[in-house]
């Protein structure tokens, strides 16, 4: 079974670009999950998506940074303008129900330079 | 947020047992024990979970204290494939509430030596 798939794998550009990344969940998962890991403050959920609705978006650092669900094979982040503060490891992941274990994608690895 | 508290690290020897505790003394009623790892360079992955009865499954057992206050994640005989940060995680299971929330700490880290 294909299990959560995150592109780029891999993204560097330089501070002020837009980036994009981009999330497929696992077929008939309903709950979509956008995660940050830092050294400094560790895994962090920035957003929960539940039937492609944002439910809960607390965690979002910024107004650079925005997500969207348009149908339940595909979300993206988008982060606009960048900082280097923003660099980091982005995780999707997501669950067939709420409060059922997450499935985590292997992240993008993010550098703004 | 209920928290949680496990060493920051641990080490074991391949083929032996592995008991990983985490303290949870401020846990209500309707949270659940999860536990995640995350292999270097991955995700993290789903290990196991319970409410107060002790769990097996295929990856390890779950040993639950008789006041929920403590548990202990068992890996029967490790392997240099279980060297990996794992999380110890109280989630809500209030459907009304913010039961969808996982609330990642620090973790332990368990070095596995050949």
């Known amino acids: 079974d294909a299990g959560v798939i995150q592109s780029p794998r891999h993204e560097v550009t330089e501070m002020g670009q837009e980036v994009t990344l981009r999330c497929k969940p696992i077929s008939g998962h309903n709950s979509l999950f956008w995660y940050r890991q830092t050294m400094m403050r560790g895994l962090e959920l920035l957003i929960y998506f539940n039937n492609n609705v944002p439910i809960d978006d607390s965690g979002m650092p910024e107004d650079r940074f925005s997500a969207k669900m348009p149908n339940a094979s595909f979300s993206t982040l988008k982060i606009q303008p960048s900082e280097p503060r923003d660099s980091a490891v982005y995780f999707c992941?997501?669950?067939?129900?709420?409060?059922?274990?997450?499935?985590f994608g292997d992240g993008t690895r993010l550098s703004i330079l | 947020d209920a928290k949680t508290t496990q060493p920051n690290s641990m080490e074991s020897n391949e083929e032996e047992p592995v008991h990983l505790p985490c303290n949870h003394s401020?846990?209500?009623?309707?949270?659940?024990i999860h536990w995640y790892r995350q292999l270097p360079s991955q995700g993290p992955e789903y290990v196991i979970h319970g409410l107060t009865s002790n769990v097996n499954n295929r990856m390890a057992s779950l040993a639950i204290a008789e006041d929920r206050k403590s548990s202990t994640l068992i890996l029967h005989r490790a392997t240099l494939r279980d060297a990996a940060v794992y999380y110890c995680i109280l989630r809500d299971g209030d459907s009304g509430g913010s039961n969808y929330k996982l609330t990642f700490g620090k973790g332990t880290l368990l070095t596995v030596n050949p």
């Open positions: 992941a997501s669950t067939i129900r709420t409060g059922q274990p997450q499935h």
């Open positions: 401020t846990i209500s009623g309707t949270d659940y």
